[in-house]
């Protein structure tokens, strides 16, 4: 005869913990062969196994231990309103940890489709935090509407007070909307090169619910709020196509030839442009000649280069070989020269550099 402890058996506590320990076995089980697999999807190119096996990953030890927590309770044979309570408990958890991984899964293929649009530099953690913050409060919801709980006066409790929260926090929803309307317009986007009116300038990182961080050419971080774009005058390097115009201003004597000055010079860019990184090999380079100065003739030289990051290489490149080109040719670059006539009547010249 069966030994009991009030209204339980010494067998049916057994079989619960039987059924529980089966449960964390498999739980175990499951979470050793769900890293394998979570690993074998990080060695491929493709993200979305990635994410699919993040997913099993997440549900395969707790959805475990939940079915097994059921079974025992069944096992168990509680009373039908003990077994209510507990099913809307299990049940309120597995919601729960359901919209935590769907969460995750979502804001993963949210990143996954911004990196396949904008490259490996793209960071833009605004709209998977957006999609994550909807995915846990419609599971947050749904957990409550599981409880028994109705979620009508919630909503309407939440309407009045998110009224009284927007208005105190009107600066932070105002950079969210700022940042959403960045990248919804594509104004910039992560791997921009930008500069503003206020003399921020460098390579967007990431733009978030709050703000833009950019990198300078200095590798160091500037963080501006994303309502900063709505006020002020912004260029972008890299549109309308990252490849741009690269203004040099140089300068020869009067009594050079300006013809053969255009001709060395142009073949000084061709040879630039073609041999140092960030060159646009198939781009002609112009000579501009446009001022006549005090003791020289000024001159443009326009150059395209690859990038906006670029452009230091290439022009360092640039006057280096032209100064040596110059110097063999036997072209002058003046320095600045005035003539001085003296007040004695005389016409007495003198030059002063």
Same mark, same amino acid.
């Given at each position: 005869?069966? !030994?009991?402890?009030?209204?339980?058996?010494?067998?049916?506590?057994? *079989? /619960? @913990?039987? &059924? $529980?320990?089966?449960?964390? +076995?498999?739980?175990?089980?499951?979470?050793?062969?769900?890293?394998?697999?979570?690993?074998?999807?990080?060695?491929?190119?493709?993200?979305?196994?990635?994410?699919?096996?993040?997913?099993?990953?997440? !549900?395969?030890?707790?959805?475990?231990?939940?079915?097994?927590?059921? *079974? /025992? @309770?069944? &096992? $168990?044979?509680?009373?039908? +309103?003990?077994?209510?309570?507990?099913?809307?408990?299990?049940?309120?958890?597995?919601?729960?940890?359901?919209?935590?991984?769907?969460?995750?899964?979502?804001?993963?293929?949210?990143?996954?489709?911004? !990196?396949?649009?904008?490259?490996?530099?793209?960071?833009?953690?605004?709209? /998977?935090?957006?999609?994550?913050?909807?995915?846990?409060?419609?599971?947050?919801?749904?957990?409550?509407?599981?409880?028994?709980?109705?979620?009508?006066?919630?909503?309407?409790?939440?309407?009045?007070?998110?009224?009284?929260?927007?208005?105190?926090?009107?600066?932070?929803?105002?950079?969210?909307?700022?940042?959403?309307?960045?990248? /919804?317009?594509?104004?910039?986007?992560?791997?921009?090169?930008?500069?503003?009116?206020?003399?921020?300038?460098?390579?967007?990182?990431?733009?978030?619910?709050?703000?833009?961080?950019?990198?300078?050419?200095?590798?160091?971080?500037?963080?501006?709020?994303?309502?900063?774009?709505?006020?002020?005058?912004?260029?972008?390097?890299?549109?309308?196509?990252?490849?741009?115009?690269?203004?040099?201003?140089?300068?020869?004597?009067?009594?050079?030839?300006?013809?053969?000055?255009?001709?060395?010079?142009?073949?000084?860019?061709?040879?630039?442009?073609?041999?140092?990184?960030?060159?646009?090999?198939?781009?002609?380079?112009?000579?501009?000649?446009?001022?006549?100065?005090?003791?020289?003739?000024?001159?443009?030289?326009?150059?395209?280069?690859?990038?906006?990051?670029?452009?230091?290489?290439?022009?360092?490149?640039?006057?280096?070989?032209?100064?040596?080109?110059?110097?063999?040719?036997?072209?002058?670059?003046?320095?600045?020269?005035?003539?001085?006539?003296?007040?004695?009547?005389?016409?007495?010249?003198?030059?002063?550099?």
């Amino acid at each position: 005869m069966a !030994l009991h402890l009030g209204d339980l058996s010494w067998q049916r506590g057994v *079989g /619960a @913990a039987a &059924v $529980l320990v089966a449960a964390v +076995g498999i739980a175990v089980i499951l979470r050793l062969l769900t890293g394998r697999l979570f690993r074998r999807a990080g060695d491929t190119r493709w993200a979305w196994d990635d994410l699919a096996a993040r997913l099993v990953k997440d !549900l395969a030890v707790p959805v475990s231990v939940l079915l097994g927590l059921w *079974g /025992a @309770a069944r &096992v $168990l044979e509680l009373p039908r +309103g003990t077994l209510d309570v507990i099913a809307k408990v299990l049940t309120a958890a597995a919601i729960f940890i359901v919209s935590l991984a769907m969460a995750r899964l979502i804001a993963g293929s949210v990143t996954s489709i911004a !990196l396949a649009r904008q490259g490996v530099a793209a960071n833009v953690t605004i709209f /998977a935090n957006i999609t994550r913050v909807v995915v846990l409060c419609v599971g947050i919801l749904v957990m409550l509407q599981s409880l028994g709980i109705s979620i009508s006066p919630l909503l309407g409790a939440l309407g009045v007070g998110g009224l009284a929260v927007a208005l105190a926090l009107q600066d932070t929803l105002a950079n969210l909307f700022a940042g959403v309307h960045v990248l /919804a317009s594509k104004t910039i986007e992560p791997g921009d090169y930008i500069k503003l009116s206020s003399g921020q300038e460098g390579y967007v990182v990431d733009i978030n619910w709050r703000n833009t961080s950019i990198r300078t050419l200095s590798d160091n971080i500037e963080v501006i709020p994303n309502q900063r774009f709505s006020d002020t005058i912004l260029t972008n390097y890299h549109r309308p196509a990252e490849d741009m115009s690269l203004l040099i201003q140089a300068r020869v004597a009067y009594e050079s030839d300006l013809e053969r000055v255009e001709s060395v010079v142009v073949e000084v860019g061709q040879e630039v442009m073609n041999e140092v990184q960030g060159g646009v090999k198939d781009a002609e380079t112009l000579v501009r000649f446009h001022t006549f100065g005090d003791s020289s003739i000024g001159f443009t030289v326009i150059l395209r280069t690859d990038e906006f990051g670029d452009q230091f290489r290439l022009k360092h490149e640039f006057v280096k070989r032209l100064h040596r080109r110059f110097a063999k040719e036997g072209i002058e670059m003046p320095y600045p020269r005035r003539q001085l006539i003296l007040p004695d009547g005389e016409g007495a010249h003198g030059l002063v550099s």
